[in-house]
């Protein structure tokens, strides 16, 4: 099981609970999407919180995802330039579920406190938790 954090879930108790570990990872497009100072993403780093960049095919599964909810306001808030991370983690778990690089597929739990996001995470069988086990 690896856990894949969106931006509402990273807190300093969340840091905290990383050290030590090697299951817990961010998308290095939501550090992008919430400019993150450089400290910021150093005290991430440190944390022990690994950063995953998209390829090619987790962006060829965002557009799937667009196809099926892009007129959800409530997940994709484009005049306010929130929720394509949300998107893109959405992507991200059902590229490595559906089409693993891997023997066997990565099974990730998303750690967010986005009810929209964890409304269309459901959806698609995706495991949601607000806070790190």
Known sequence: ??????????????LKKCKGR????????????YAFLNDEVLKIRNAGI??????KRHIDKMIEVLDVH???????RLYTSEGTGDIAMLAYILSERDSPQ?????EY????????LTDASTAYGIKC????P
């Open 22 to 33: 090697n299951d817990v990872f961010i998308l290095e497009d939501i550090l992008e999407e």
């Open 102 to 106: 891997t023997l066997f597929p990565e």
């Open 129 to 132: 938790l607000t806070d790190l």
């Open 70 to 76: 892009g007129d959800n306001l409530e997940l994709i």
């Open 1 to 14: 099981m690896k856990y894949l954090l969106d931006t509402n879930s990273l807190s300093n108790s969340t």
């Open 50 to 55: 690994k950063i995953l960049a998209l390829e």
């Open 109 to 116: 739990t998303l750690i967010t406190s986005d009810v929209a």
